[in-house]
T-cell receptor, first 111, second 112 residues
Framework: DGGITQSPKYLFRKEGQNVTLSCEQNLNHDAMYWYRQDPGQGLRLIYYSQIVNDFQKGDIAEGYSVSREKKESFPLTVTSAQKNPTAFYLC??????????FGQGTRLTVV | LAKTTQPISMDSYEGQEVNITCSHN???????ITWYQQFPSQGPRFIIQ???TKVTNEVASLFIPADRKSSTLSLPRVSLSDTAVYYC?????????????FGTGTRLKVLA
């Protein structure tokens, strides 16, 4: 089945640790995105990539890093520099001017 | 970047038609208007997209006036399962980019 897969569904991080969230798509989409959602809030754009080996900062990129070595994959690393990482993280992909398809999300909690 | 303004929340009853309006005064010539639906702890799901006038699909209609400074999502005969957050997006803001910016959305609660 075609779609976008995020893993893990739940992730726990200790203070000072880096963690990496996985996002894979088999829709052959050029563009991929990472969003953060806090309780009761809308989605905020962290990073986006329009093509392999290229990515751009969104509105809240500080404390996050990404890579786009393959068209299918766009992992997000939450670094220790992100002071408040507890949130729901959503990955999406799209073609140009097309609808964005979202994964089921990863809920990250700092313990 | 075109910014959108929507009502924070709305209540409706089952079987009624619901209209959610979005303001986007700074919409650019090449921008499309797209609506998404999100249930708790899930990723948003595409509902409908349009550029001008009226677009209809099996779940909703989208009305866009000639000046394109606003749009209205119309959900016919809502049911309890339509309780969700609805987001209006305008973009991409620059030709050739795919940068989608979400606002805070409208929380629709459908009552029995």
């Amino acid at each position: 089945d075609g779609g976008i897969t995020q893993s893990p569904k739940y992730l726990f991080r200790k203070e000072g640790q880096n963690v990496t969230l996985s996002c894979e798509q088999n829709l052959n989409h050029d563009a991929m995105y990472w969003y953060r959602q806090d309780p009761g809030q809308g989605l905020r754009l962290i990073y986006y990539s329009q093509i392999v080996n290229d990515f751009q900062k969104g509105d809240i990129a500080e404390g996050y890093s990404v890579s786009r070595e393959k068209k299918e994959s766009f992992p997000l690393t939450v670094t220790s520099a992100q002071k408040n990482p507890t949130a729901f993280y959503l990955c999406a992909s799209s073609i140009a001017n097309g609808e964005a398809f979202f994964g089921q999300g990863t809920r990250l909690t700092v313990v | 970047l075109a910014k959108t303004t929507q009502p924070i929340s709305m209540d409706s009853y089952e079987g009624q038609e619901v209209n959610i309006t979005c303001s986007h005064n700074n919409i650019a010539t090449n921008d499309y208007i797209t609506w998404y639906q999100q249930f708790p702890s899930q990723g948003p799901r595409f509902i409908i997209q349009g550029y001008k006038t009226k677009v209809t699909n099996e779940v909703a209609s989208l009305f866009i006036p000639a000046d394109r400074k606003s749009s209205t999502l119309s959900l016919p005969r809502v049911s309890l399962s339509d309780t969700a957050v609805y987001y209006c997006l305008v973009g991409p803001s620059q030709p050739g980019t795919y940068k989608y910016i979400f606002g805070t959305g409208t929380r629709l609660k459908v009552l029995a």
